[in-house]
């Protein structure tokens, strides 16, 4: 019988870890996810059924602390040459079962490329977080607050924008980081987060590259108030709030390289978020068909199988193919940022502007071709027990977060068509 | 300006009545359901059952095409198509769920009721279920979840007729209804399909869980059995296809105006997301800005495109002199062309309003989201898109075998 496993993966290129990890996860997935995500909606605020699934993916099982380097504790996949592809799979197999638990595991991952990475791993920083996520079976999380009330676009907009509206301020007092702001919708706050990554200005209006800082914030540093979770469509595993920073001090050491790199690297963030969103996606999609794949079998029209109606094939085609392409490429993106040495430096304005690419690709086919699953299944495509409108509610946001479609289209055209005034 | 100036239709086809009707439940949509929302949020209990009842009973929208012989308001010309196409505008806009049953009970209305054929003996054994004055008339229709295959038998014997389904799906209310009408393939009789009218606590009907479904929370629906429930004669209406048929074309107009109310929604929310949002930090406000104006033109296209389609569909149900009566295969498919195409648009359309407000447009508080599943889970009771094309190529292309 296929499988999903029949979906295309570039074999040649996969890390030793890929099947391994892999495997580790979908029986996570199997055991402590899926027999119960059906009640994840109603849990969106306590996370009493979510808690435990996260403290055995990632305390238990050690994924929160892949990034960091062994010495640490780690398991040193920033220093590796397979950071992209094994993380895709990684990201892929929790999105099977839950896209909203993807994104939360994903972001532990996220603030850290900016220092666990190499060539620009900052040893200082890796060892004073290290500790958190690496001494503990307990789930942590970290956060990457980019986004702020007036717009999440314009903050990552920074060809043109240029930080410049970046509200949340860090102002150097002797030795200290003093800032001052409000972030919103962070991936992991909403009372959860141990760790925010916050995009922050030196010079608030400024469009200098050097005046963008990204400074890590321990949440229970004193002036941090983290907001209740924001209830949502769907991703219910993942908490979104309010964090304010009111003259929060920091070690000077917190900011994660200095002017001008810090901006520079944030772009390697963008590039892994792009890399996740096609994960998530990819994920979601597998499961979506193997959800489609059981309802179609077994409901029948006209005395055989529906997905034995030519009309009907002809849509699950479609959507095999999509998810076999979206596989594909994401694989080919992670592929990329694994091998700078080919495809040129994660946080170059072409890797960024090709996730993104990517990335809203990805996205629009994945909300064409789940609500088209959804329209096979009749009235049932709307019950929670097939999960197809479970993905299809989560992923939505794929489509909507890190600046949304349009700011994809913008840069995409601003890098082929080298446009200079989008 | 209001939706109804804004978005055209052609006026001349609605009366005064059609008009101020929509007035009334516009405020009714505003007071009794979006001022409470944003705290009530989809409660059922605290919100939609009381603005159900109030529309349904206070209001007296149950009553409106009932016969007045029966008890009813008497609006029971075909002319009612534009009535309800105005009504279920203003309704979905507040809540499409509440849309949806209140589309359920006057499609079955058109096939009992309609002046010229009203069905005199159903209508006096079902005046206090679907049209009465103390309890809400929840009408649950029981139809094909696969295009043309009923999902109950019903077998003519003395006396009246059985009827037999397992683990059916209704379309809306399993959970609630005073009254299932459901589409059954008949045994024993010269017709192939009939609607068979059995009331909510009849002997042998099951109830099963209450489903967690997508949106719609005004509608409690449970997959429901049906165990040798006997009807009588009287009580198999809308024999035969072309009548099931004109009663899922009534049907098909009643979505379809729910869906172009829960696009005026979403502009609306739309709107004010355009007007106050500021993008590029230089002042741009969100609605000036070409890229995103494009995108919201798309939205209001569709929207605009909707009515217009959903107000033709209105004025053919209208004049059966004219176009033939709704049971009609060029009208059903007509009808049917019409909803899927409405309903995908719609879906696009507050697909791409969610685009336009990112995290706003996915976060309860601003409500957008809440259309989007709404107008998908109404999309999901007209059953596969790819099944009704085969309804339409029959037609237009004369196939045979599809
Ligand atoms: C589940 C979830 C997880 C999230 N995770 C994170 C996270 O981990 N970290 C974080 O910081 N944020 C996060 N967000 C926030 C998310 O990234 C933002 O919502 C997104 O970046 C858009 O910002 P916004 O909502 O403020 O909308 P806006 O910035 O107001 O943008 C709205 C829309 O305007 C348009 N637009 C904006 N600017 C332009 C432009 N210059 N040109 C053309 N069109 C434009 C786009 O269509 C865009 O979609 C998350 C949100 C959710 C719901």
Redesign the interface.
Known sequence: MRTIDDFTRPLEYLSPLDDPLGMVVREWAETCVIPYR?RF?EDWKEHELIEPAFKRLMGELGMQRVLFPEDLGGWGLGRSNYAGTSSYRLFEEVARADSGMAVAFGVIYWPMVMICMEPHVNRELCEEFAPIFCSTTEPRFAANAM?EP?????IE?ME??KG??IQTTAVLDGDEWVINGHK??PTNSGGVCNLFGVVCTTNPGSEDPNDFAFIFVPADTPGVTQGPP?????MAADK?GDIWFENVRVPKSYRAHGPGLDLLYFKEVITFGNMGSIAFVGGSMMNVYERLKDFVSE?T??GKP?KE?D??A??LADIARDIEIIRIVGYQYARMIDRPDLYGPRWSDEMVAKGRAYKYWACDRA?EDV?KA????????????WDV?KH??DL??V???M????LC??EVARWFFECET? | MSDHDLFPYLYEWASDMDVSLAGNLRRWAENEVMAKRLEL?EDYEQLLEPAMRKLFLEIGMQRLLWPEEHGGDGHNTPAASLTITAALEQVARGDVGIALLLSSLWALQSAVAMEGAVNGEACAALAEAVAGRDEPALVSLVLP???D?PQAAAKHGKGGWTVEAAST?P?ACGGNASLYAVLCALQGSEEEWGVLLIPGDAKGIERGDA??????AADINTPVSFGKVKVPEGMCVAEGREACRAMLSWLYLGISASTVGALFASYEILKEWGDS?????RGHIFKENP??AA?MAEVAKETSLARMLTWDLARILSEPAVYGPPGQEGNHVTAAMVVHQVSQAA?NAI?RA??MM??A?????WNL?RY??DV??L???L?????A??DVSRYFYRASTL
């Open positions: 059906r909606d986004t007036q717009g999440g676009a314009d907009n043109i924008v410049s509206t919103l919708w924001y209830e949502k469509a769907g979104n409901e029209y006209r529906l109606h009309a009907v002809g849509v909300v609500g959804m329209n096979l299944m009749s009235t049932y495509g709307a019950d929670r027990d409108e299809w509610r939505k946001i489509q909507l977060w600046g949304g479609k349009q289209q913008a989008l | 949020k979840l696969f295009r295959e799906r379309l489903l967690k479904r997508t949106g719609l949002r500021v993008i590029k930090g890229l995103t995108v879906e697909n969610m685009e990112a995290s447009g996915y976060a309860r508080e989201e989007w599943r998908k889970a999309q999901l009771c059953g596969p898109y790819e099944l094309k085969m």
